[in-house]
Structures are given as C-alpha cells and as structure tokens.
C-alpha cells in the first residue's frame, strides 16, 4: 500500500487549501473497503487525529478542533481522499498525514507540510 498525499503549502490565516492523498497497492479488498484517516503532526507535539471517512465517503468523524472548518471526502474512483480546509488559521500548521489501517499494519504517507502565517 503506497499513499501520497499534496496539496500543503503556505496560506495565510483565513485560508483555504484542499489536501489530497492518492492510494494505490491494494489487491483485495479494494481501495472502497476500507476507512481512511487524517492525522496531523504539529511542531513538537505527537501525531494527532483529525479526520476520518467511511469507505463509502457518507460518514465522516472530525477532531472538535477543526468541526466546521476541515471537511473530509473521498472520491473511490480515483482512489483519493480529500480534506477541505477552511478558516485556516497558525495552530493549524501541520504536517499533515493519511493512513490507512489494512491486513494488521497502518501504513502512513510522507505528509504534506501546511504552513499558515501572514
């Protein structure tokens, strides 16, 4: 399994940027089969949940932190998830993961960096 994920950049706070992470490797089940997750990792604090969505795309949990603001998808004929960021403001600087949990092991993309500042 092999994700990857862009879309990060530098925005200022008030921001929007979309995140996507493209998956590819799975033989069976499917890419549709399973969840999907958002993780962030901020400077000096761990990894931390920020989003997840169902394999379908019809349910999604998000981190309190980001409720009303970061919306998840999925597109499964592409293979892709997404995270819509809006309002962005500096404690949403982030390197920001996806991850899938498949066959025991959670496997983790390299991250895409967003960096939110004037």
């Known amino acids: 399994v092999h994700l990857v994920e862009s879309g990060g950049g530098l925005v200022q706070p008030g921001g929007s940027l979309t995140l996507s992470c493209e998956a590819s490797g799975f033989t069976f089940p499917t890419f549709s089969y399973y969840e999907m997750y958002w993780y962030r990792q901020r400077a000096g604090n761990e990894r931390e949940f920020v989003a997840m969505v169902s394999d379908t795309g019809i349910s999604t949990t998000h981190v309190d932190s980001v409720k009303g603001r970061f919306t998840a998808s999925r597109d499964n004929a592409k293979n892709t998830i997404y995270l819509q960021m809006n309002s962005l403001n500096p404690d949403d600087t982030a390197v920001y993961y996806c991850?899938?949990?498949?066959?025991?092991?959670?496997?983790w993309g390299e991250g895409t960096l967003v960096t939110v500042s004037c």
């Open positions: 991850s899938v949990y498949s066959a025991g092991i959670r496997y």
